[in-house]
């Protein structure tokens, strides 16, 4: 059975603002005393190898309020019953601190409900599984210490920290550690005012605990731990994988901040069945440094992330992958029917190697979705701010071609 702030998973019971903390505190109290899982950074023996594989499921960007789509909770729920996955990883953005029913009410209240109706299925699944914030969870009161514990009153949520986590993942016989898992939160406030950008890079205190971690494995199990590693933000680096192309170059996309006055498509050996840009990489404009700090020990094979919904491919920086997974939320602009999560496949034979790919609402569940409109809505409306501008410029575009002809048919009419 699981627990959450508000009584048993899955079932909505009208509780006060005070039982919402009362209950996610001593809940988590009682589970860390259960379960011990304050372990100290690494964690204990929860991942393992079964018949010599390892299988991860992302998820990002449901963004979603207590207005839970149906048709996100159903895709959540199948994506799991057909991938069947040892491990889950959600990579931000699970709430849309900025929806319109935040307003109302209590705001830590509304973000413990949403996580509630949002991790209903994951929960009920039993499947170990962990988050990172993005740059959309924590807004108002409802900060990220609090979302924490909401997530914790899982009794699968594993995670003990959610600035930087490594989850272990052991051998059958749990005698050594093959492969590892990296989280990386997303962190706005320490970089805001810095950069051009608006979206803050890794920091090097989430870096530095990498490496301890990184090494702390590799001492005890005397060998490099292979990892990939998860976060919401792409690094600054996207834009040196990418393609600069003319503007107007068919599938291209321009670029974001420093980037702005450039255009891209994928590289060519990125352009694969699934993949697509739909829309710019919205990184920070400044390197963290964090790609190199995983060369170092050539330890992390792939860093994976969201944030831009519309986008889903991998790219090489060096031997590194670096991979989108397109959202799955259908209360916030996305891809349409290829909303989906990405599947990674690990060997413990070959821990160096590893497969990935991704599941779709379309491949799971077909084109039609529960709230069709809504779908259409949210599949047409523009990614940001820019992409409201540019849509802006082409309906001005578009009605100035337009007044054209109604102008010289008036002028002409004037005039005979
Ligand atoms: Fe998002």
Redesign the pocket.
């Known amino acids: 059975m699981m627990f959450s702030p508000y009584g048993i998973t899955g079932k909505t019971k009208r509780i006060t603002k005070a039982d919402t903390y009362k209950t996610a505190e001593l809940i988590s109290a009682v589970f860390y005393k259960i379960t011990g899982r304050e372990t100290g950074g690494i964690m204990e023996k929860t991942l393992k190898f079964k018949d010599g594989k390892f299988r991860i499921l992302q998820l990002?960007?449901m963004?979603d309020t207590y207005n839970t789509s149906p048709d996100t909770v159903r895709f959540t729920e199948e994506a799991i019953k057909i991938t069947k996955p040892d491990f889950i990883v959600l990579t931000?953005?699970q709430i849309k601190g900025y929806g319109l029913s935040f307003l109302k009410g209590d705001n830590k209240t509304n973000a413990a409900k949403a996580i509630n109706a949002l991790m209903a299925p994951i929960g009920e699944s039993g499947i170990p599984f962990t988050a990172v914030f993005?740059?959309?969870d924590a807004f108002g009161e409802a900060q990220k210490d609090f979302q924490w514990k909401c997530y914790k009153c899982f009794d699968n949520f594993i995670g003990n920290d959610y600035e930087t986590a490594v989850f272990p993942v052991y051998s059958e016989n749990e005698e050594n550690v093959p492969f590892c898992v990296y989280t990386f939160d997303y962190d706005a406030g320490e970089n805001k005012a810095n950069g051009i950008s608006k979206y803050g890079k890794i920091t090097e205190k989430q870096i530095n605990k990498y490496r301890n971690y990184r090494d702390i494995l590799s001492e005890k199990y005397g060998h490099t731990v292979k990892a990939l590693a998860f976060q919401?933000v792409p690094p600054a680096e996207m834009y040196d994988c990418l393609k600069e192309v003319k503007k107007g170059t068919k599938n291209s996309v321009q670029g974001a901040g420093i980037h702005k006055n450039q255009y891209y498509t994928l590289p060519d050996y990125a352009v694969k069945k699934g993949s697509f840009m739909g829309e710019n990489p919205a990184s920070p404009d400044e390197k963290s440094g964090q790609l190199e700090a995983f060369e170092e020990k050539n330890d992390v094979m792939g860093l994976y992330f969201?944030?831009?919904?519309n986008n889903s491919f991998i790219v090489k920086w060096n031997n590194i992958d670096l991979g989108y997974t397109q959202?799955c939320?259908f209360n916030?602009y996305g891809p349409g029917h290829l909303r989906g999560g990405r599947v990674f496949d690990i060997y413990e034979s070959e821990p160096d190697k590893y497969k990935t790919f991704t599941v779709t609402y379309k491949d799971i569940l077909g084109a039609r979705t529960k709230r069709p409109v809504k779908t259409f809505m949210y599949t047409h409306s523009p990614s940001s701010v820019s992409a409201v501008e540019a849509q802006c410029k082409k309906i001005a575009k578009a009605a100035a071609v337009c007044a054209v002809p109604v102008a010289a048919a008036y002028i002409l009419k004037k005039l005979k």
Request: aromatic content about 0%; proline content about 0%; cysteine-free.
């Open positions: 990002s960007d963004q931000g953005d993005g740059n959309h919401h969201g944030h831009d919904h959202g939320g916030v």
